[in-house]
C-alpha cells in the first residue's frame, strides 16, 4: 500500500500566511505615502487655479481683495473647486498674501505663495 501526501501541512500555510502578512505590513506605509503626496499635489493645484483667478479678477476690477464666492461658481473663474481631503480654503483673497489651506486630512496646513 502506497500513501501519497500530496497537498500542504498545516505549518506550510502557515508559513505562507505570515510571510503575506509582513510584505503587506511593509507595503501600507508606503501606500499611504502616496496618498498623501497625492492630496497635497491636488491641494496646492486647487491653490493655484485659485491664485491665478484672484489674480485675473484683480486686474479685471482693479482692486486688491476678493472674496472666494467671487472667483468659484459656474460662471465665474474657476467653475468648481474639487475638494480632496476635506480641507477648507480661505474665504476671501489679498493681492500679494499667501493662500494657507486648513484642515488637509484633518491634520495637515499648506500654504501657496502667489
Do not use: C, H, W
Amino acid at each position: 500500500m502506497n500513501k501519497s501526501n500530496k497537498g500542504f501541512t498545516l505549518v506550510e500555510i502557515m508559513i505562507v500566511v505570515v510571510i503575506i502578512g509582513l510584505l503587506a505590513a511593509m507595503a501600507i506605509p508606503a501606500f499611504q505615502k502616496v496618498r498623501q503626496s497625492s492630496q497635497d499635489k491636488a491641494v496646492l493645484n486647487n491653490a493655484r487655479q485659485l491664485a491665478a483667478a484672484a489674480d485675473q479678477y484683480f486686474l479685471e476690477n482693479g482692486v486688491s481683495s476678493v472674496s472666494q464666492g467671487n472667483l468659484v461658481g459656474a460662471s465665474n473663474y474657476v467653475k468648481a473647486l474639487n475638494l480632496v481631503a476635506n480641507e477648507t480654503y480661505p474665504a476671501g483673497f489679498t493681492q500679494g498674501q499667501t493662500i494657507s489651506i486648513l484642515g488637509v486630512a484633518g491634520a495637515r496646513t499648506i500654504t501657496y505663495a502667489p
